[in-house]
């Protein structure tokens, strides 16, 4: 029986990386230096940051940082808001408590551990500079468009035994229609957007709510 490499594509954004979570402490940040109140930020802030992604399809910061400097209530400038932003920000903190366990378990089975992502790709970065230890460089990727990405990216892996993470459907649909020897699998956390639509009979090979799930599905699909 041939032997193939194998390889597991995580998404970032509420796979890797809690980012609600982030969101609500960073929305805060940047409420206190706007000068508005805890009332306004959510709503305020949160109508820019749907704004600018709609616009572009996936979060650039700079153009969200543009955006709700129009809506400020202070004298901070932009130079000023991209601090807060960027500084004293403990993106480490952010990453959900399973990943570091799952990825050097991983490790130790010689899976190798890869990124596939929607974003900016210097800020995606960031997000998981923590995690660089057990990540190549060539099995990073990060896309603005995710969906545009799928072929040139998968086909990279035809000769692997391939899992694709994701809380995304719509991602693993798209994988899976491209190469049905991808194992999909579709992350649940309770942090979770409710506004994630499940399209109808979409059936991924398997669903965790917890990447600790991981381990075990590799191990029965050898």
């Given amino acids: 029986m041939q032997?193939?490499?194998?390889?597991?594509?995580?998404?970032?954004?509420?796979?890797l990386f809690n980012t609600e979570l982030f969101r609500k402490t960073l929305y805060k940040?940047?409420?206190?230096?706007?000068?508005?109140?805890?009332?306004?930020?959510?709503?305020?802030i949160n109508n820019k940051y749907y704004e600018t992604k709609n616009i572009f399809g996936y979060f650039k910061p700079e153009d969200f940082l543009k955006a709700i400097l129009k809506i400020s209530k202070s004298n901070i400038n932009l130079k000023n808001l991209r601090a807060i932003f960027h500084e004293?920000?403990?993106?480490?903190?952010?990453?959900?408590p399973d990943v570091k366990k799952t990825f050097l378990d991983l490790d130790k089975k010689n899976v190798q551990i890869g990124i596939f992502s929607t974003g900016e790709t210097a800020y995606q970065k960031i997000k998981i500079e923590s995690l660089k230890n057990y990540l190549k460089e060539n099995h990073v990727h990060i896309?603005?468009?995710?969906?545009k990405a799928i072929k040139d990216t998968f086909d990279i892996y035809k000769t692997y035994q391939t899992?694709?993470?994701?809380?995304?459907?719509?991602?693993?649909?798209?994988?899976?229609?491209?190469?049905?020897?991808?194992?999909?699998?579709?992350?649940?956390?309770?942090?979770?957007?409710?506004?994630?639509?499940?399209?109808?009979?979409?059936?991924?090979?398997?669903?965790?709510?917890?990447?600790?799930?991981?381990?075990?599905?590799?191990?029965?699909?050898?």
């Fill in 29 to 44: 940040d940047l409420a206190n230096g706007l000068g508005l109140t805890d009332s306004e930020q959510l709503e305020v």
């Fill in 3 to 15: 032997k193939y490499n194998k390889i597991v594509l995580f998404d970032i954004d509420h796979t």
């Fill in 143 to 147: 896309a603005p468009n995710k969906f």
């Fill in 163 to 222: 899992y694709l993470v994701d809380d995304f459907p719509q991602i693993l649909e798209g994988a899976k229609n491209h190469n049905k020897n991808i194992f999909t699998i579709f992350i649940k956390r309770k942090e979770s957007l409710p506004s994630i639509v499940i399209p109808d009979n979409f059936k991924p090979d398997a669903t965790i709510t917890s990447l600790n799930q991981l381990a075990s599905i590799i191990k029965a699909n050898n």
């Fill in 88 to 96: 004293n920000r403990s993106y480490h903190s952010f990453i959900f």
